[in-house]
C-alpha cells in the first residue's frame, strides 16, 4: 500500500479550472498533477539554493583577470548608459 496523505488546499478557481484541464489532457488525475507540481517546484528550490551556496562559495575568489575585465564592462556599461537616465 502506498504511503499517500490526502491534504485539503484552496485555490482560486481559474487555476483549479486550468489544472483540472491538464489533468483530463495528460489523462492523470488532478492529485497527480499536484504531486508533479510539488516535485518540480522543491527540484527547482534545491537547485536554487545549491546556486546560491556555490555563488557565496566564489563570492571571496577573485583573480585578477577577472577584476580587470569587471572595471573595463563596468566603464562600458556607465558609457553606454550616461545619457539614457
Known amino acids: 500500500m502506498a504511503n ?28 497527480h498533477v499536484f504531486a508533479l507540481a510539488a516535485r518540480q517546484f522543491i527540484e527547482h528550490h534545491r537547485s536554487q539554493e545549491m546556486l546560491e551556496e556555490i555563488n557565496a562559495a566564489h563570492d571571496d575568489l577573485t583573480y585578477p583577470a577577472e577584476e580587470t575585465h569587471q572595471k573595463q564592462m563596468r566603464a562600458k556599461h556607465r558609457e553606454m548608459v550616461k545619457d539614457q537616465w
Open 4 to 31: 499517500n496523505i490526502k491534504t485539503a488546499i484552496s485555490l482560486e478557481k481559474a487555476l483549479f479550472e486550468e489544472v483540472e484541464a491538464l489533468a483530463q489532457e495528460m489523462e492523470v488525475s488532478r492529485s
